[in-house]
């Protein structure tokens, strides 16, 4: 089956470790994104990537990081500089429109527990 | 710049009771628009899309007309399931733009009950 997994559904850390979530697609698609969420929230995004070994910041990119040295791959870094850290986090992807925008699939969620 | 508004929530209603939930949209050109669903738990899933005005996306009986003239894309169903309790999101995606990311109004709770 096509989609997108991320690993794992929970995740407990302590406070000051750096964790990394991991989302791997085998939908072949170009851009990959990470979002937050917070509850009774709505989604904000942390970094996105359009294509391999580039990626940009989103609107609350601080104390996360990214890499994406692969199409499938785009695991996501939270450090001991995220001052709330506590969250679902999800990935997404998406292929490249052809005139028009088409749509973001998305994993099943990760939920970090910062204790 | 590009936003949606959504009505807030939390909306309740009783099973078989008709739904609106109004999503308007601020962008330029003619972006593509979606609904997602969000189970508890979960993450999102794509209910039903629009890429053109006059377009009307459906899926599962949950219907949404996309409105040039009003910068609307309400999601409506004729009688809801207390499955349908969820958390819906209007987004939209700019034209010609590759693969940026969508724009995301804040998210409608809804709960049916029996």
């Known amino acids: 089956d096509g989609g997108i997994t991320q690993s794992p559904k929970y995740l407990f850390r302590k406070e000051g470790q750096n964790v990394t979530l991991s989302c791997e697609q085998n939908l072949n698609h170009d851009a990959m994104y990470w979002y937050r969420q917070d509850p009774g929230q709505g989604l904000r995004l942390i970094y996105y990537s359009q294509i391999v070994n580039d990626f940009q910041k989103g609107d609350i990119a601080e104390g996360y990081s990214v890499s994406r040295e692969k199409k499938e791959s785009f695991p996501l870094t939270v450090t001991s500089a995220q001052k709330n850290p506590t969250a679902f986090y999800l990935c997404?992807?998406?292929?490249?429109?052809?005139?028009?925008?088409?749509?973001?699939?998305f994993g099943p969620g990760t939920r970090l527990t910062v204790l | 710049g590009n936003s949606v508004t959504q009505m807030e929530g939390p909306v309740t209603l009783s099973e078989e009771a008709f739904l609106t939930i109004n999503c308007t949209y601020t962008a330029t050109g003619y972006p593509s628009l979606f609904w997602y669903v969000q189970y508890p738990g979960e993450g999102l899933q794509l209910l039903l899309k629009?890429?053109?005005?006059?377009d009307k996306g459906s899926n599962k009986g949950f219907e949404a007309t996309y409105r040039k003239e009003t910068t609307s894309f309400h999601l409506e169903k004729g009688s809801v399931q207390v499955s349908d309790s969820a958390v819906y999101f209007c987004?939209?995606?700019?034209?010609?733009?590759?693969?940026?990311?969508?724009?995301f109004g804040k998210g409608t709770r809804l709960s049916v009950i029996a």
């Open positions: 997404a992807s998406s292929t490249m429109g052809q005139g028009f925008y088409n749509e973001q699939f």
């Open positions: 629009a890429t053109k005005a006059d």
């Open positions: 987004a939209l995606g700019p034209r010609n733009s590759g693969n940026t990311p969508l724009v």
